[in-house]
């Protein structure tokens, strides 16, 4: 809501939860509706599995829980549907005037543009949150820099993505090398 000089303020807070990860939100009339990955009661709190619904209703001037609905567990079939667009590479913005890398999974594949060529492979989700992904086919188009070399080092982080997760409505896809690279893919819808 804006105050009367027109700038954002908060008008009410409520805990979400303890390392919550939030998937999606909505705001209808004055409810707010978020969709999040909290732990379940059998999961470790660094991985958490179980997808929920929570609403909130601001009530006088109070932001009130109003429910909690279970969805289920993390799953893959989450991201079906949407396409992710890259926004940050290992913490480090896209370089200039580069097209970001999309990534998208229907039916048991990945796909997407890579920075210059089109990819698609397998992906498998061996356990909530963890996948493998299969060597993936690239089209050959030449690539000038340095459309290039970001193509390379997307398409080398992505086949070496083991997990997802979402922070803040984003797609974070972690990748690691086991030679102690490690790193993220942060998308969004």
């Known amino acids: ?41 059998t999961d470790a709190m660094c991985c958490p599995t179980q997808l929920t619904r929570k609403e909130y209703r601001l009530e006088l001037g109070r932001l009130e829980h109003v429910s909690n609905e279970l969805m289920g567990k993390l799953s893959l079939s989450m991201l079906e549907g949407s396409e992710w667009s890259l926004v940050e590479m290992d913490g480090q913005r896209l370089p200039e005037g580069v097209k970001p890398a999309t990534f998208k999974v229907a039916d048991g594949r990945a796909a997407g543009f890579s920075g210059c060529n089109n990819y698609t492979g397998s992906i498998e989700e061996t356990s909530p949150g963890n996948i493998r992904l299969g060597q993936q086919a690239v089209t050959m188009k030449a690539c000038l820099e340095p459309h290039a070399s970001y193509e390379r080092e997307y398409l080398r982080r992505l086949s070496r993505a083991r997990s997802y997760s979402f922070v803040a409505g984003r797609l974070a896809l972690s990748w690691g090398d086991g030679e102690g690279g490690q790193g993220v893919l942060l998308f969004e819808r």
């Open 1 to 41: 809501r804006d105050s009367d000089d027109g700038a954002a303020r908060n008008i009410g807070t409520a805990a979400v939860g303890d390392r919550v990860d939030l998937v999606r939100m909505d705001v209808a009339d004055r409810n707010i509706i978020l969709d999040v990955v909290e732990a379940g009661p």
